[in-house]
């Protein structure tokens, strides 16, 4: 069974918490996307208030920013286990894994659509796992886009075993796609969150 991780990429912490409470019972991960203007798109990313959010889920934190490795410990505080950050933002990688690994989480690096893999080649065996943009980094809603199929393999060959996520466009006929080419995470946003019955939605998903 395919790994589902709805993505949450909203402007107010009020809408995060709207959407974590509509599946926070139907997964064990929820991914949330922070986005700053190194994608010219702006999401809340405060993390202080997660620190008193009660819910059973497990959160992954998908860093669309500039400099990642600067806020990593707040989110580390605010209760945060999975941090995959993108190298577009990024001085120096080896840092930001360092970093991440200095607090004993999970570390991940994402690519955006434009991206060649040969960024993270080099780090493949110091990570937990790879996240591929299917569309443009930032705004959800976007349609998936064909090319990051031809990524998805080629992580896939370099990798070995490591988890693979996809992330942007994600619904039935995308997800079969990117997990016929390599994929074991799927991150979907609209899909699950515009359906009419989010658990059948995830369940559909999860069946690829």
């Not at 490795?69 to 080896?94: C, N, P, Q, S, Y």
């Not at 809603?141 to 992330?167: H, N, W, Y």
């Not at 995308?174 to 946003?189: D, F, I």
């Not at 989010?198 to 690829?208: F, R, T, V, Y």
Request: charged share 25%; glycine share 8%; net charge negative.
């Amino acid at each position: 069974m395919i790994e589902v991780i709805p993505g949450i990429n909203e402007q107010t912490f009020s809408g995060i918490e709207n959407k974590l409470h509509l599946v926070e019972n139907l997964v064990p991960w929820v991914h949330l996307d922070i986005v700053d203007e190194l994608f010219n798109f702006s999401t809340f990313r405060d993390p202080v208030p997660f620190k008193n959010l009660k819910s059973k889920v497990k959160w992954e934190v998908h860093m669309m920013i500039n400099n990642p490795e600067d806020t990593v410990g707040d989110w580390v505080d605010a209760g945060f286990l999975r941090f995959i950050g993108h190298v577009e933002g990024m001085k120096d990688i080896g840092n930001f894994i360092k970093t991440v690994r200095s607090y004993k989480k999970e570390v991940g690096l994402a690519v955006d659509i434009v991206t060649p893999v040969s960024v993270i080649e080099p780090y493949l065996t110091k990570i937990d796992n790879v996240l591929v943009m299917s569309i443009h980094t930032g705004k959800s809603g976007q349609s998936f886009m064909s090319e990051a199929l031809d990524k998805i393999r080629q992580v896939r060959r370099l990798s070995g075993q490591m988890p693979i996520e996809v992330d942007g466009g994600v619904n039935l006929e995308t997800g079969k796609m990117a997990v016929e080419a390599g994929v074991t995470r799927l991150v979907s946003t609209s899909y699950i969150f515009k359906a009419p019955n989010i658990q059948n939605a995830i369940k559909i998903l999860q069946d690829h």
